[in-house]
């Protein structure tokens, strides 16, 4: 019997907790950290192993995996932090590092030649399908780096989703990650100001919602996630809009993709006004809300 591969996680939140368990389930050897004991102690009831940091998981992995919050936390895990050294000089020369973070395209670029610097095989792997997809290992992988990378990677991301897209060279996934999300966030605007139209004038929001996701103005946001209480069971909106895709982190992709379309002359006038909707509703107080609760900001939900 061949020896499993050693797997570093780092980042057990929401989504990065299930997506180690799912390797662990799959048979790779893992070692996972996180700073948060709660954190840890999860997925250490589901049979993974932890440690106590970054630099003991990555002893020995050949494959590191992370999922953080935001650029700064990537850049200072791999880069390291004033005199800090960065986690890239404990990886073994010649593993293969995927970051599952959703981050600036040029902060995943960064990263990656740093890697490729030490003898490191990188790729930008964020992911689309919410924590629900993480928990049911049916991810969809938005990966950015060299095509033999990925095809290293690529037994490991299947353990976790079930699609894979190669988008281009480094950051690339990031890119196109963020324009996934940026249509998102519109949609899911767009969607529940409509449902809020229909009910002002006396509609029944399930019908309404019904309808529309049979017609031309159907989605993920009418279908899956419905932004209105009571439409769907299972909807955020349906549990006073706890769990789900948090509306500061739909606020932070959306700011991302205003500075990537910046970097390049692009004009995203949709995406720069779901930003503002978003960040209202943040000042409203729902920042750790589901996203779907913008509607919130439109009509006085029963």
């Not at 948060?36 to 995996?65: C, E, F, I, P």
């Not at 991301?157 to 990650?177: D, P, S, T």
């Not at 019904?210 to 419905?226: G, K, L, P």
Request: aromatic content about 4%; proline content about 4%.
């Amino acid at each position: 019997m061949s020896t499993p591969t050693r797997i570093a996680f780092i980042g057990l939140g929401h989504m990065g907790g299930p997506m180690a368990i799912n390797l662990h389930k799959a048979g790779f050897a893992v070692s996972a950290f996180d700073l948060s004991a709660d954190a840890l102690a999860a997925v250490r009831a589901q049979g993974v192993t932890t440690v106590d940091s970054a630099r003991a998981a990555v002893a020995g992995a050949r494959v590191v995996v992370s999922m953080l919050p935001a650029s700064r936390h990537v850049e200072g895990l791999y880069l390291g932090t004033g005199d800090a050294e960065g986690l890239l000089a404990a990886i073994e020369p010649g593993a293969l590092v995927i970051d599952s973070s959703t981050i600036a395209p040029a902060s995943a670029q960064k990263v990656a030649q740093a890697a490729g610097a030490r003898g490191l095989a990188m790729i930008d792997a964020p992911v689309s399908g919410g924590v629900a997809g993480a928990t049911a290992g049916t991810l969809t992988f938005i990966v950015g780096g060299e095509a033999a990378a990925l095809e290293r990677a690529r037994p490991v991301l299947q353990a976790m989703g079930k699609n894979i897209f190669h988008m281009g060279a480094a950051g690339a996934g990031q890119v196109a990650k963020l324009c996934n999300n940026m249509a998102l966030g519109v949609i899911m605007a767009v969607t529940g100001e409509a449902i809020a139209l229909g009910v002002a004038h006396g509609l029944d929001a399930k019908t309404l919602s019904d309808m529309m996701a049979v017609s031309t103005s159907r989605s993920w946001a009418t279908e899956v996630c419905n932004p209105w209480p009571g439409v769907h069971p299972n909807a955020p909106a349906s549990r006073g809009y706890s769990g789900g895709f948090g509306n500061d982190l739909m606020l932070k992709d959306l700011g991302l993709a205003v500075e990537a379309a910046m970097g390049v002359g692009a004009t995203i006038p949709l995406g720069e006004l779901a930003r503002n909707l978003y960040a209202l509703n943040k000042q409203a107080g729902r920042g750790g809300q589901d996203f779907s609760g913008v509607v919130q900001l439109l009509t006085r939900l029963p």
